[in-house]
């Protein structure tokens, strides 16, 4: 059985980061809806830091899914060389352009699962765009999102889609795609993967892990 944190306990939790946090977006810079499904494609396995410096030069010279899909996959290669796996990234995104063009006239499409047709499109990059672009209620599960919900006990799962799945339980759809944002800056800034900054955690009286903690240290 789920040891799972109450939903009025998860919502608790979330007002606390909610005030701690305030309003937080992505950090992923871009302008459409295009530019976003391209920067979060980009964005697995490499930092929000990393694919703005290559972006921010990249989207200047290619602003469309025809500019993207014109290109061999060793062309773009040699603009995205600043994250990881470029080679795999450059073939995914050449390929979900000329699918944008052939089968969505060149837009975004809105419903998770065409997206998540899309060649490099996963269930939290489908779950990202439709979220920050057409404001639908989602919770895309990234490892922050997955280490800190897990640690806390809003999740008690050990694979992604099983921790979506408890969170879209204990926490109230409203707060699905905020929730999201707030539990990746808790990630980045108090509950990293080595050393989580416990002791200066707003919400450590709530959290599983420090209990673990202080019962071992006790």
């Known amino acids: ?3 799972l944190k109450s939903s009025q306990q998860a919502e608790e939790i979330l007002m606390i980061l909610k005030d701690t946090y305030d309003k937080p977006q992505t950090v992923l810079n871009y302008n459409n809806p295009f530019e976003l499904l391209i920067a979060v494609i980009m964005s697995a396995q490499t930092t929000d830091k990393q694919v703005n410096n ?5 989207f200047k010279k290619f602003k469309t899914p025809q500019d993207f899909a ?6 773009l290669e040699e603009h ?9 990234k450059s073939k995914y995104i050449v390929k979900a352009c000329q699918m944008l063009i052939d089968e969505y006239g060149g837009q975004v499409p809105k419903e998770r699962k065409e997206l998540m047709e899309l060649p490099g499109v996963g269930r939290k990059t489908a779950n990202v765009v439709t979220s ?9 599960v990234d490892t922050h999102v997955f280490r ?3 640690r806390i006990g809003l999740a008690d799962s050990e694979n992604v889609r099983e921790t979506e799945e408890d969170l879209m339980e204990v926490i109230p759809q409203k707060l699905w795609s905020p929730a ?10 108090i509950c990293k993967a080595r050393r989580p900054k416990c002791l200066e955690c707003p919400v450590k009286d709530y959290c599983n892990y420090y209990q ?6 006790g």
């Open 148 to 150: 800190v919900s897990n």
């Open 54 to 58: 290559v972006t921010k030069d990249l």
């Open 132 to 140: 920050i672009i057409f404001g639908k209620d989602a919770i895309a």
């Open 212 to 217: 673990q903690l202080e019962q071992k240290e």
């Open 1 to 3: 059985m789920k040891n």
């Open 70 to 75: 014109s290109l061999e996959p060793e062309e």
């Open 80 to 88: 995205i060389k600043g994250i990881g796996l470029y080679r795999n």
């Open 180 to 189: 999201h944002h707030w539990l990746i800056f808790h990630g980045r800034n």
